[in-house]
């Protein structure tokens, strides 16, 4: 069954360097999402990606963050100069086409700021 | 806003005993609801969903109706099993406003024999 895959499981960074997740979405899927969740609170929504730009993005995602899909299977968000409020679980989701409302999931990549 | 708000876990039932999850929103439009489920390791799997009023979803023996009445989208289960430890999450997707989910915080479902 197809499914969307993300490296690392777990990322452990020094505050202030830069980290990239990596996401490879289904690939069929043409519609792909960033979410996170920092521990003991709700999975929040960071920012939607639809033929190669970004089409909604929250509050959160503010300009230490960008995502790109730089090449045809990857899908990657970048989180630059990381602060330790960063460390989350970061969940990649993709979806076949924006009218779909069923979003698949990855496993996340839990991203510790130390 | 739009919010989901979800019953504090753990819940620790045993095996066979039958479970409720209470789940509610708060909705600027008409939303369509969902529940997803994450087992130890895995990323979120879609459980089942319901898009107007009084719909009811349905999957793996778990159910939830959409109450507008109530605002409501309780995930209920008759005899739940060991293997469906997990955490449980309840979402929304307001029709027209994007494909965000919305999630509530995540309710942490351990069954023991």
């Known amino acids: 069954e197809p499914e969307v895959t993300q490296t690392p499981s777990h990322q452990v960074t020094q505050m202030g360097q830069e980290v990239i997740l990596r996401c490879v979405p289904i690939?069929?899927?043409?519609?792909f999402y960033w979410y996170r969740q920092i521990l003991g609170q709700k999975v929040e929504f960071l920012v939607s990606?639809?033929?190669?730009?970004?089409?909604?993005k929250s509050e959160i995602f503010d300009d230490q963050f960008s995502v790109e899909r730089p090449d045809g299977s990857n899908f990657t968000l970048k989180i630059r100069s990381t602060k330790l409020e960063d460390s989350a679980m970061y969940f990649c989701?993709?979806?076949?086409?924006?009218?779909?409302?069923?979003?698949?999931f990855g496993q996340g990549t839990r991203l510790t700021v130390v | 806003g739009n919010s989901v708000t979800q019953m504090e876990g753990p819940v620790t039932l045993s095996e066979e005993a039958f479970l409720t999850i209470n789940c509610t929103y708060t909705a600027t439009g008409y939303p369509s609801l969902f529940w997803y489920v994450q087992y130890p390791g895995e990323g979120l799997q879609l459980l089942l969903k319901a898009t107007k009023a009084d719909d009811k979803g349905s999957n793996k023996g778990f159910e939830a109706t959409y109450r507008k009445e109530t605002t409501s989208f309780h995930l209920e289960k008759g005899s739940v099993q060991v293997s469906d430890s997990a955490v449980y999450f309840c979402a929304l997707i307001l029709t027209g406003g994007g494909n965000k989910l919305t999630f509530g915080t995540g309710t942490q479902l351990k069954v023991e024999l």
């Open positions: 690939s069929n899927h043409l519609y």
């Open positions: 990606f639809y033929n190669n730009e970004i089409s909604e």
């Open positions: 989701a993709s979806s076949e086409n924006p009218a779909s409302t069923e979003a698949f």
